[in-house]
Nanobody
Framework: QAQLVESGGGLVQAGGSLRLSCAASGRTFSTATMGWFRQAPGKEREFVAAIRWMSGTTYYAGSVKGRFTISRDNAKNTLYLQMNSLKPEDTAVYYC??????????????????WGQGTQVTVSS
């Protein structure tokens, strides 16, 4: 059974930075896509960023492009999200997700098979 464990969330002032990590265990994701999603109170889960594990091709939501960077460490089976220039509207629970087959639409949550428990990110103004 695959497990995804996020870490790195916290409280930061607007303009600050945080780095989220997602450690994958239980199976390899060498042919997978992994992504970050977030969910604010009263809102639906939304796509943040994704990466094709083998090629390293990245995708970003328009709201975070230029501020967030997704990356992975193949040897450690770990996914990262570097978040810079944080805004109060980035406040949410951030989830990492993985899928073990190629998917056409990386931004659709329903296409992912595995999810972490989430980590809270709070940006104060």
């Amino acid at each position: 059974q695959a497990q995804l464990v996020e870490s790195g969330g916290g409280l930061v002032q607007a303009g600050g930075s945080l780095r989220l990590s997602c450690a994958a265990s239980g199976r390899t994701f060498s042919t997978a896509t992994m992504g970050w999603f977030r969910q604010a109170p009263g809102k639906e889960r939304e796509f943040v960023a994704a990466i094709r594990w083998m090629s390293g091709t990245t995708y970003y939501a328009g709201s975070v492009k230029g501020r967030f960077t997704i990356s992975r460490d193949n040897a450690k089976n770990t996914l990262y999200l570097q978040m810079n220039s944080l805004k109060p509207e980035d406040t949410a629970v951030y989830y990492c997700a993985a899928v073990t087959q190629t998917i056409p639409l990386v931004s659709t949550p329903d296409q992912y098979d595995y999810w972490g428990q989430g980590t809270q990110v709070t940006v104060s103004s």
